[in-house]
Nanobody, 128 residues
Framework: QMQLVESGGGLVQPGGSLRLSCAAS?????????LGWFRQASGREREFGAV??????????AYADSVKGRFTVSRENAKHTAYLQMDNLQPEDTAVYYC??????????????????WGQGTQVTVSS
């Protein structure tokens, strides 16, 4: 059974940076699967943030407009780990951040139903 564990969340001041990690375990074909990052702010629905495709897609990436230019998604398949580098964080970025794995898709998929496995989430709070 595939398991995903996020880490790296915390409290940061506006303009600061954080790097989230997503470690996968339990087998599977991590390198060929799309890996997405989603977030859910208090009282709001979960939303797409970023995705990196599998090897066959050339590890193509896609971002939500709200994070484009500030967030960077990457992966180290040998370590079964993905990352979300978040720069110039703003209070509106405050949310629980989830990583998710889409085992049926190689490309930059953005819809929740396309993802099979989810992590438990890590809290990111941006406040002065």
């Amino acid at each position: 059974q595939m398991q995903l564990v996020e880490s790296g969340g915390g409290l940061v001041q506006p303009g600061g940076s954080l790097r989230l990690s997503c470690a996968a375990s339990g087998g599977g074909t991590f390198g060929s699967d799309a890996l997405g990052w989603f977030r859910q702010a208090s009282g709001r629905e979960r939303e797409f943030g970023a995705v990196i495709g599998g090897n066959w897609s050339g590890r193509t990436t896609a971002y939500a407009d709200s994070v484009k230019g500030r967030f960077t998604v990457s992966r180290e398949n040998a370590k079964h780990t993905a990352y979300l580098q978040m720069d110039n964080l703003q209070p509106e970025d405050t949310a629980v951040y989830y990583c998710a794995l889409a085992t049926q898709y190689e490309g930059a998929v953005k819809l929740e139903w396309e993802y099979d496995y989810w992590g438990q989430g890590t809290q990111v709070t941006v406040s002065s």
